[in-house]
């Protein structure tokens, strides 16, 4: 199983970035698929999650109207899409794929660095 991030950097306020998380190893269409972040000194929070079909997704307070999570079932990637970026958005933006029947099957990626500032 790989969950692989990219599409992290340094950006400047107000400025946007795409997010990509490429998956393997399992049937990426039967998980719910989610973006958290870790800012230093701060917990794990949710940012945006996706149920399997992309109909339903959530997000933080924080991004909402910000932020917009996708997925392509054909191409086994989710994206999350930032806009409007602040730096409070600064963290390591973690992807992560949860089975919504059986939850001991809970996968993380290793992170990418998003860092918002001027």
């Known amino acids: 199983v790989q969950l692989a991030e990219s599409g992290g950097g340094l950006v400047q306020p107000g400025g946007s970035l795409r997010l990509s998380c490429a998956a393997s190893?399992?049937?990426?269409?039967?998980?719910?698929m989610s973006w958290y972040r870790q800012a230093p000194g701060k917990e794990r929070e949710l940012v945006a999650g996706i149920s399997t079909g992309g109909s339903r997704t959530n997000y933080a307070d924080s991004v909402k109207g910000r932020f917009t999570i996708s997925r392509d079932n054909a191409k086994n990637t989710v994206y999350l899409q930032m806009n409007s970026l602040k730096p409070e958005d600064t963290a390591v933006y973690y992807c992560n794929a949860l089975h919504p029947i059986n939850v001991r099957y809970d996968y993380w990626g290793q992170g990418t660095q998003v860092t918002v500032s001027s």
């Open positions: 190893g399992f049937t990426f269409s039967s998980y719910r």
